[in-house]
C-alpha cells in the first residue's frame, strides 16, 4: 500500500525557516520523482516543485513565484523528500502536500499545515 | 507565467452533465490531467493523459482535449460529485502548473 506522510508543519514568524518532511512507503521511491504541491487556506492548488531521481542527477524544478526561497531535497536511504522554506512570507501560509504519480497511479499525503504568522 | 484558465463555477441539475474547461497555450502539446477536491480532503485524480481514467473513477468522469482546450465532462452528475476540480498540466519549459480551479455544484 502506498502512503505519504507529511510532517514538520508549524507556525513560524515571518522572515523564518521551516522545513518540512515526506516519508514514502509501498512503491519505488529510489526511482521515482516526488513533487510537492501547497493550497492556502481557501484557494487553489499550487505546484511548488519537484525532485527527481538519481538517474536523472536529483534535478529540480520550482514554481517561478518560490523560486530562490524553497529547496527540495530527498534522503532514498529513508524514503524520505524534504521542502526546505525560507524568508518565509504570511502568503506562505498553507497545506503543504507531497505527491507522487505513475500514470494513471496517483498519491498524496495528508498534508502538513504551516502557519506564517507573527 | 504559464495560465490555466477554468470557469469558477459550475452548476449542474442530478442526472445532467457538467462540462468543465480548462484553457491554456500549451495544451496542444501537453497533456491535461483533472483532480477532484473534496472539502478538507486531499485532491483525487479522475483524469490523466487528456481522456484516460484511473482504476476506481467511475465511467461518468470522461475527458477529451483539442487545440487549447481540455475538458472534463461529468455524465449523469450526482450529488456526490459536488467538489472542487482543478486541471493540471506543464508549459513548454516542463513547469507544472494547476489551473484556477472550479466548484461544481449539483442540485
Known amino acids: 500500500e502506498v502512503q505519504l506522510v507529511e510532517s514538520g508543519g508549524g507556525l513560524v514568524q515571518p522572515g523564518g525557516s521551516l522545513k518540512v518532511s515526506c516519508a514514502a512507503s509501498?512503491?519505488?521511491?529510489?526511482?521515482?520523482?516526488m513533487h510537492w504541491i501547497r493550497q492556502a487556506p481557501g484557494k487553489g492548488l499550487e505546484w511548488v516543485g519537484h525532485?527527481?531521481?538519481?538517474?536523472?542527477?536529483?534535478?529540480?524544478a520550482y514554481a517561478a513565484s518560490l523560486k530562490g526561497r524553497f529547496t527540495i531535497s530527498r534522503d532514498d536511504s529513508k524514503s524520505t523528500t524534504f521542502l526546505q522554506m525560507k524568508s518565509l512570507k504570511t502568503e506562505d501560509t498553507a497545506v503543504y502536500y507531497c505527491?507522487?504519480?505513475?500514470?494513471?497511479?496517483?498519491?498524496w499525503g495528508q498534508g502538513t499545515l504551516v502557519t506564517v504568522s507573527s | 507565467s504559464y495560465e490555466l484558465t477554468q470557469p469558477p463555477s459550475v452548476s449542474v441539475s442530478p442526472g445532467q452533465t457538467a462540462r468543465i474547461t480548462c484553457s491554456g497555450d500549451?495544451?496542444?502539446?501537453?497533456?491535461a490531467y483533472w483532480y477532484q477536491q473534496k472539502s478538507g480532503q486531499a485532491p483525487v485524480l479522475v483524469i490523466y493523459?487528456?481522456?484516460r481514467r484511473p482504476s476506481g473513477i467511475p465511467e461518468r468522469f470522461s475527458g477529451s482535449s483539442s487545440g487549447t482546450m481540455a475538458t472534463l465532462t461529468i455524465s449523469g452528475a450526482q450529488v456526490e460529485d459536488e467538489g472542487d476540480y482543478y486541471c493540471?498540466?506543464?508549459?513548454?519549459?516542463?513547469?507544472?502548473?494547476f489551473g484556477t480551479g472550479t466548484t461544481v455544484t449539483v442540485l
Open positions: 505527491r507522487w504519480s505513475k500514470g494513471g497511479l496517483d498519491y
Open positions: 509501498g512503491f519505488n521511491f529510489s526511482g521515482s520523482a
Open positions: 525532485i527527481r531521481s538519481k538517474p536523472n542527477n536529483y534535478a529540480t
Open positions: 500549451a495544451l496542444p502539446k501537453n497533456y
Open positions: 493523459e487528456d481522456s
Open positions: 493540471y498540466s506543464t508549459d513548454s519549459s516542463g513547469n507544472h502548473v
